[in-house]
Antibody, heavy 125, light 110 residues
Framework: EVQLLESGGGLIQPGGSLRLSCAAS????????MSWVRQAPGKGLEWVSG????????YYADSVRGRFTISRDNSKRTLFLQMNSLKAEDTAIYYC??????????????????WGQGILVTVSS | SYVLTQPPSVSVAPGQTARITCGGN??????VHWYQQKPGQAPLLVIS???DRPSGIPERVSGSNSENTATLTISRVEAGDEADYYC?????????????FGGGTQLTVL
């Protein structure tokens, strides 16, 4: 059974930093691209960032490029999101999501067949 | 950047057919994926590649895609289908936002 479990969220002041983790199990982690998708309170889904299976390709939404860094440790089956210079508008539930396809270095045509339960990040003073 | 337009809400009586649209410029040339999200839950993939149903999704749920509109169709709607539905595509235009979601449609079962 595929499981994705996020951790590391919480309340942080504007300008602060936070690191999210997503522990994966139930599939060959290194074979799949992974992404972070967020959802602001009462709003729709927004893709934040993606990383290829090997970790050699990354992609960011314009809204977070230069502030967020995605990474992965395939030996520990864990996905990360380092979030710096946080703003109030980054307040959201953050989901990690698995790409359906098997692809080691490609980061394209993503679609998400499994999602974590989400972790809340609140940026407020 | 590429924009996907969904109606904010759709209402349907139990047993009837719900159709949720997703509009985009030449969306028929892209693969469209649909997600269902119930309150307090993570999204669930219900249709991939325009019309493929993942394992466990009932045959009542189907999808189509042509020209400028993709459609998610739920036949014989049940109370348990009440949820928000999002369409999603991959945009190759290198706009800086390659994964695009529609704004979501709230399906209400009357």
């Amino acid at each position: 059974e595929v499981q994705l479990l996020e951790s590391g969220g919480g309340l942080i002041q504007p300008g602060g930093s936070l690191r999210l983790s997503c522990a994966a199990s139930g599939f060959t982690f290194s074979n799949h691209a992974m992404s972070w998708v967020r959802q602001a309170p009462g709003k729709g889904l927004e893709w934040v960032s993606g990383i290829s299976g090997r970790g050699d390709n990354t992609y960011y939404a314009d809204s977070v490029r230069g502030r967020f860094t995605i990474s992965r440790d395939n030996s520990k089956r864990t996905l990360f999101l380092q979030m710096n210079s946080l703003k109030a508008e980054d307040t959201a539930i953050y989901y990690c999501a698995k790409d359906l396809k098997v692809a080691l270095s490609a980061l394209t045509r993503l679609l998400f067949d499994y999602w974590g339960q989400g972790i809340l990040v609140t940026v407020s003073s | 950047s590429y924009v996907l337009t969904q109606p904010p809400s759709v209402s349907v009586a139990p047993g009837q057919t719900a159709r949720i649209t997703c509009g985009g410029n030449k969306i028929g040339s892209k693969s469209v994926h649909w997600y269902q999200q119930k309150p307090g839950q993570a999204p669930l993939l219900v249709i991939s590649y325009d019309s493929d149903r993942p394992s466990g999704i009932p045959e009542r749920v189907s999808g189509s895609n042509s020209e400028n509109t993709a459609t998610l169709t739920i036949s014989r709607v049940e109370a348990g289908d009440e949820a928000d539905y999002y369409c999603q595509v991959w945009d190759d235009s290198r706009s800086g936002h390659p994964v695009v979601f529609g704004g979501g449609t709230q399906l209400t079962v009357l």
